[in-house]
């Protein structure tokens, strides 16, 4: 079984770099993601910070968040994330200008198995199965992108 993983997929967005980087906040996220409800812990007024804390809800699933590096000058974020019993990890976003095609994104995943529901999680989550999932993550954010457009021009 599987008890470590580390994945990382980019992706290009139909955007500047500026309208890009919020949609990967807690707040921003709620944008494009559906289902994306993000309770915010600290602080109350949600802005994203070093030391946010919130978590999230996926069906019985509830995973705790925190921001423990916020780099809004240089278009990037790490938050640490646990789903008790099941999995502790780590998401980064790095986004960065590609001048005519918009904004380059990199996500990176890592995970480590808190016990045999997280090595199961972690199993399914190949090379492809990863690529998959931020693939529809290009997807939606382009869609959103593209609906409004002129509300950043």
Known sequence: MTNHLERSHSIDLAGPVEHVFPLFTPVGAT?????????????????????MVFQTRHG??????????WRPQE?????????????FGFVEVRCRDAGSRGTLASIAYTFTALGEQGQSYLSGLTEDAFTE???TWKASINAWLRKNAANHE
Do not use: F, Q
């Open 60 to 69: 019985e699933e509830v995973t705790l968040w925190a921001c423990t590096d």
């Open 133 to 135: 999932m931020i693939e």
């Open 75 to 87: 278009h990037r974020v790490r938050y640490a994330r646990v789903t008790p019993g099941s999995r």
């Open 31 to 51: 944008l494009w993601v559906d289902g994306w409800n993000p309770e915010v812990l600290y602080p109350r007024n949600g802005e994203t910070k070093e030391g």
